[in-house]
C-alpha cells in the first residue's frame, strides 16, 4: 500500500520508523513543512501532492488539532483514500460526517490511536458492539492527570509542583488545559460511547470537571479514608439515554484502580452478556500511539472496512438520573453530598463562574 | 453468511442464541445428535450434510475435543469452507497443519475464543505482532484454578473442599485435570506464545505442575508474607528461544494480580515498543466464549482473513536459562530454592513419579 504520512512529530515519527520495517508500509510520502534530510522518502510541503497522487491509497493523519488535519482528511476521503487517524479531537468533533463521507465514497476511516493510546480498545469496542450490548464505559482515559493525581498520592505534594514535574518529563504540554480539565478524556469518551452504544453524543455535552483545584490537604483527607483519587472518564447507557461526565472519583485503596499508576490507562467496558472488561496499557506516547495506527493499516490492506457504523440511535446525554455520593470542599469546608451527576456538575460551573476555590470527587464502586 | 453449526453444549447454544439475534448470522443449520424441537434452524445428525451444502460458506466448530472436531474442521477447511472455533485443544495440537490447510484453500481460520473466553486477546495479540515485537505472555489463563485458589486465600479452606465447592458452581469439571494440573492453561499458553511470537512451539515441550498438592498451610505462609498464589502460565522470548511454563507464582498482596479473584482471568503482554498491556475479564463461560465467535464470524463476513501466519520461526523451548526463586515444600518441609525453571519441573516431576506431598510457586515480579 502506497501512504501519504501528514505529520512528523512524536507519533509521526515513531509510525515512521515502525511502518518501512516492513516492505507492505514502506513506501511513504511525507507531508511536512519542514524537510527531512535524514529520512529517505518523497517529501512535500504541499497537501495537494498527496491528494492528486492516485497511486496513494491511504493517508494517514497524525498532525492533530482541528485545521487543517480537518480539510486534509475530508478531501482525501473524497478523493477515494482510506485514512487512518490518531486525532482525538477531530474524530470526536466530527465524527458523523466524516463516516458519511468515508461511507459515500467505499474507503474506510479508522482511528483506533485516537482513544488509550497503544491499547487495542476502541477497536475491541466496535468488535463487541457488533455482538453485545455494551452497557458502559469507563476508566482512566488521560494519562497526565493519572501522572499528576500518583505523584501526589505518593508524595503528599502539591498540584502545581507535580504539574510542573509532569511538564518537565513530557507527560503534561506547555498549555495543560485540555488535559487537566479533562477535556481530552472527554473526547476519548464521546468516541467511545459512541462506538460502544451506536450512538451520537457530543463533547459540548459531556461535562467535564478535572483536577486543576485539587490541593494536598484533599488528597490526604481522601488517605484517612482509605481512598485513592483518579480522574475517571464514564457513560452509562440506560434505555435510550446516556449519563455522561468526566470527574474525580474516589477508589478503595486496596482495589484495582488504586494500582495504576504514572501515565498508564485502564478502561472498562460493561455488556450484557460478555459482563466487564478491562484494558490497560500505555495511553500514550510516540510508539505506543503508532502501534495502533500502523495495525489499522494492515487492516486496511487485509480489506477490513471501518469500524464505524453510520446507523446510529439519536440519543441525548442526561445526567439527571444517575445519583452519587460525592466529597464536595468549598474553599477549607469540606463534607460529603449526595447528588445527581447534574447537580454536583452545575454546582462546580456555578464556582468556576465565581472564581472560589472548590473541589468534588465521586464516590465510586470498584469499576 | 450461511452457517454449519457444530455442537449444542454450554457455548454452542449460547453462539446461538447470540447469532440467531443478526440477521446476517441467523441462516444456521445444526449438528447434533440430538434433535432440539425448540429450535427453528435446519439441524442434521450428520456431518456429510454440511460438508455437501456449498451453500454453507463457514464453519462453526464447538464441539471441543480431538475428535471428531478435528476430523470435521479439516474436512471443512478442504471444501473451502471458513472455519471458527473455540476448541483450544484441537488448535494447540494441530496449528500448523490447520493453518497449512486454510492457506491452502484460500479460507480463514479463526479461534479467538480459544484462549481467555470473551476477551480479545489473541486477536490483539495478532494484530500486535504484525506491528511491534512482542517478547513475552503471562498471566492467569484458567478461571477454575483461580476461583480455588481465591477460595483458598479468602477462607483459609482446604484444596478439596474448594475444588468440590467450584465443580457444584459449574466452575469446575466432573474430571478437573486438564484445569488443576494447568494443561488447559498450557493450551492457551502455546497458542498466545505461537501468535505473539510468530513461532511453533508445542504443547508436549511446556512443563505443567498445577495446584492439586496445594495445601491450607501453604496458602497460610503465603500469607504471612504478604503474599498470594496464583496459577500462572508465563511465556518469554529471548533470541531465537523461549522459555515457557505453567506453574504457580507469588504476587504480592498490594499489586494487581492479587486482586484478579474468582473466574476471571488476567492476561498480558510485553512487547519493545509499546510496553506492558493487560486483559482482564470473563475467561470462560458460555456468552463469553461466544461472543468471541460470534465477533470472528463478524471479521470472516467484512473479508478478514486468519490471522495467522504460516511463516514462522523454528524455536525450540528453553528453561535452562530462566532463574526464579521458588517456594518448595516437600511434605510439611518449605524452604526458598533459586533454580531454574527447567530444574524445578524436573524436580517437581520425580516428586510427582514417586507421589510424595510436593508444591512448589515461583515469586514473581508483578508482572
Not at 529517505?40 to 491509497?57: K, N, V, Y
Request: hydrophobic share 40%; aromatic share 8%; proline share 2%.
Amino acid at each position: 500500500m502506497k501512504i501519504g504520512l501528514l505529520g512528523y512529530g512524536t507519533v509521526g515519527s515513531a509510525f515512521y520508523a515502525m511502518a518501512i520495517e516492513h516492505p507492505e508500509t514502506s513506501d511513504i510520502t511525507l507531508l511536512d513543512l519542514k524537510r527531512h534530510d535524514d529520512l529517505t522518502c518523497r517529501q512535500t510541503a504541499d497537501f495537494q501532492d498527496i491528494l492528486r497522487d492516485e497511486s496513494i491509497g491511504t493517508v494517514v493523519e497524525l498532525i492533530g488539532g482541528l485545521h487543517p488535519a480537518y480539510e486534509f482528511v475530508s478531501s482525501a476521503l473524497k478523493s477515494g483514500k482510506h485514512v487512518v487517524t490518531a486525532n482525538k479531537q477531530l474524530v470526536s468533533a466530527c465524527y458523523d460526517e466524516l463516516i458519511a463521507l468515508a461511507e459515500e465514497n467505499s474507503v474506510s476511516l479508522r482511528c483506533t490511536a485516537a482513544a488509550g493510546g497503544g491499547i487495542p480498545w476502541l477497536h475491541s469496542l466496535a468488535r463487541l458492539a457488533e455482538c453485545d450490548r455494551i452497557t458502559s464505559v469507563s476508566g482512566i482515559m488521560n494519562g497526565t492527570t493519572n501522572y499528576i493525581l500518583s505523584a501526589m498520592t505518593e508524595q503528599g505534594t502539591e498540584y502545581a509542583d507535580n504539574l510542573r514535574e509532569a511538564q518537565r518529563l513530557g507527560y503534561a504540554e506547555a498549555d495543560p488545559t485540555a488535559d487537566v480539565e479533562g477535556y481530552d478524556a472527554c473526547r476519548k469518551l464521546v468516541l467511545s460511547a459512541n462506538i460502544a452504544f451506536g450512538v451520537s453524543i457530543r463533547e459540548a455535552e459531556v461535562p467535564c470537571f478535572g483536577i486543576s483545584g485539587i490541593t494536598a490537604q484533599d488528597i490526604a483527607a481522601f488517605k484517612r479514608l482509605g481512598l485513592v483519587c483518579k480522574l475517571i472518564a464514564h457513560a452509562d447507557r440506560a434505555g435510550d439515554q446516556v449519563a455522561a461526565c468526566v470527574e474525580p472519583m474516589l477508589f478503595p485503596v486496596s482495589g484495582q484502580m488504586a494500582h495504576v499508576n504514572g501515565p498508564d490507562n485502564l478502561i472498562s467496558l460493561h455488556a450484557e452478556r460478555v459482563g466487564t472488561q478491562r484494558f490497560a496499557g500505555a495511553g500514550a506516547g510516540g510508539f505506543a500511539t503508532a502501534s495502533n495506527v500502523l495495525a489499522d493499516c494492515f487492516e486496511i490492506m487485509r480489506g477490513c472496512g471501518a469500524f464505524y457504523t453510520s446507523r446510529r440511535d439519536a440519543v441525548s446525554v442526561n445526567n439527571a438520573a444517575l445519583t452519587q455520593r460525592y466529597y464536595v470542599r468549598a474553599g477549607e469546608e469540606a463534607a460529603s453530598r449526595t447528588m445527581t451527576v447534574a447537580e454536583a456538575h452545575a454546582m462546580a460551573d456555578q464556582f468556576k463562574k465565581e472564581r472560589k476555590p472548590f473541589f468534588m470527587a465521586a464516590a465510586s464502586e470498584e469499576r
